[in-house]
């Protein structure tokens, strides 16, 4: 028993760590955001909603400035500030707006918002137990090799996730009339801002995968289509 107590503190830990970052993160969200009113956004998410069956798609501004989307577990999808901002001085169209909200819808119908939720915050007590559990046993080097087992897992799982969002996506978007080109050309904006940074990306891009990956995946997705 005694040998198992360190154990199972970092188990404990680790959980009640995760429910307290999850708890955190919903309230968060719902003290920083409002739904979003914007008639033209609101005319081409409708048609989304009309294409999926549904009255509406919920979407909310997130009052932060880093561009971003993000979809919460119960099917909300979040914009931030500053993406939208981007939109109404033009430098990014409703349809590219509403290209990010279909990959955000994605990850909602694929059961990925649970896990990403998991990833926002379980990700920091998986690396807290691992290490407390690692620097037992291999004192100094365990702490290391916890973040990069945390780190390597957490990529791996969006990667694909990533992937499956624009599948998603690309079906939707023709679906309902707006066609995959809205994606692409989001893509390559947001990889164009990127360079004009000093390669600083804007955090969507950062944590999805390579923008010319994932526009040649859509350019197969089509062509597969095509010939179907
Ligand atoms: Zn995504």
Same mark, same amino acid.
């Given at each position: ?109 694929? $059961?990925? #918002? ?9 990700? +920091?007590?998986?690396?807290? %137990? &691992?290490?407390? =559990? ?64 000093? $390669?600083? #990306? ?9 923008? +010319?990956?994932?526009?040649? %995946? &859509?350019?197969? =997705? ?7």
């Amino acid at each position: 028993m005694l040998r198992l107590t360190p154990i199972l503190l970092a188990v404990l830990y680790a959980l009640v760590f995760y429910r307290f970052s999850v708890w955190r993160t919903h309230r968060e969200l719902d003290q920083r955001s409002t739904e979003l009113a914007d008639p033209e956004l609101k005319r081409l998410t409708d048609r989304l909603a009309a294409a999926l069956d549904l009255a509406r798609v919920p979407v909310y501004i997130y009052e932060i400035d880093p561009v971003n989307g993000l979809a919460a577990p119960d099917g909300r999808i979040f914009i931030t500030r500053g993406f939208y901002r981007k939109f109404r001085n033009g430098e990014v169209t409703g349809e590219e707006m509403a290209s990010v909200i279909a990959h955000e819808l994605g990850h909602v119908a694929l $059961g990925h #918002a649970r896990r990403r939720m998991i990833d926002f915050s379980g990700q +920091n007590a998986m690396r807290t %137990a &691992l290490a407390m =559990l690692l620097g037992r046993f291999i004192p100094f080097v365990g702490v290391w090799i916890a973040n990069g087992l945390t780190t390597l897992l957490a990529a791996r799982l969006s990667r694909a996730d990533e992937y499956e969002a624009d599948e998603y996506a690309a079906a939707l978007l023709t679906k309902a009339g707006i066609g995959t080109e809205p994606q692409k050309s989001l893509f390559r904006k947001l990889e164009a801002l990127t360079q004009s940074r000093a $390669g600083v #990306a804007p955090a969507w891009l950062l944590s999805h995968p390579k923008t +010319n990956e994932r526009i040649a %995946a &859509l350019e197969a =997705l089509e062509n597969r289509w095509n010939r179907g």
